[in-house]
């Protein structure tokens, strides 16, 4: 039984700062590429990070040098930290595994970057 648990969302200034949160379970999270998405309304949903069962990192251009992915195994958790906010980063965050036969989503959590 996957379960994806986003968290750490809400309301934020430009420049300011959040740290999201996806808590999984039901699947060996620690042998598993994890990714952040986000969607903003009337717009495509956009990889944003990817993590990879041995640490390694991607970001897309526009969050590069801002954003950091991690993960904590012991904990079956990712996290996303946000830093310098834009308004274009205003979406819902979900995060994803593809796991064997199947890619599972989180109910994605709300991230509003505005004055």
């Known amino acids: 039984q996957v379960q994806l648990v986003e968290s750490g969302g809400g309301l934020v200034q430009p420049g300011g700062s959040l740290r999201l949160s996806c808590a999984a379970s039901?699947?060996?999270?620690?042998?598993?590429?994890m990714a952040w998405y986000r969607q903003a309304p009337g717009k495509q949903r956009d990889l944003v990070a990817i993590i990879t069962t041995f640490g390694d990192t991607n970001y897309a251009d526009s969050v590069k040098g801002r954003f950091t992915i991690s993960r904590d195994n012991a904990k079956n958790t990712v996290y996303l930290q946000m830093n310098s906010l834009k308004p274009e980063d205003t979406a819902v965050y979900v995060c994803n595994v593809n796991l064997t036969g199947s890619i599972y989503w989180g109910q994605g959590t709300q991230v509003t970057v505005s004055s």
């Open positions: 039901g699947f060996f999270f620690s042998i598993k590429t």
